[in-house]
Nanobody, 124 residues
Framework: QVQLAESGGGLVQAGDSLMLSCAAS????????MGWFRQAPRKEREFVAA????????NYAASVKGRFTISRDNAKNTVYLQMNSLKPEDTAVYYC?????????????????WGQGTQVTVSS
């Protein structure tokens, strides 16, 4: 089993940048493809980005493509989400999770071992 802990959220202004981190403990982190999701108040949890085991393949939601970058450092057991040009509509709780299927898809049911989330608030 793996435990995940997100950090790096905060309150920023539109146009600013943030980097989120997801630290993993437990079994071998490098064997897990990973993903980031977000959930805004009164909305469904939605896919943001995914990355494969080596970091060589990524997938992004259309709403963040070109602004967000997912990466990982297997030596540090950490996956990152660099968020640039933030918009008020990016405001949400951001979660990382293990991609059990390993396909990098946007389906929330492909993912498990969710972290507790980190709040990102973007003011206009």
């Amino acid at each position: 089993q793996v435990q995940l802990a997100e950090s790096g959220g905060g309150l920023v202004q539109a146009g600013d940048s943030l980097m989120l981190s997801c630290a993993a403990s437990g079994q071998s982190f490098s064997s897990y493809p990973m993903g980031w999701f977000r959930q805004a108040p009164r909305k469904e949890r939605e896919f943001v980005a995914a990355i494969n085991r080596s970091g060589g393949r990524t997938n992004y939601a259309a709403s963040v493509k070109g602004r967000f970058t997912i990466s990982r450092d297997n030596a540090k057991n950490t996956v990152y989400l660099q968020m640039n040009s933030l918009k008020p509509e990016d405001t949400a709780v951001y979660y990382c999770a293990v991609d059990r299927v390993g396909a990098g898809r946007a389906d929330v049911y492909d993912y498990s071992y969710w972290g507790q989330g980190t709040q990102v608030t973007v003011s206009s």
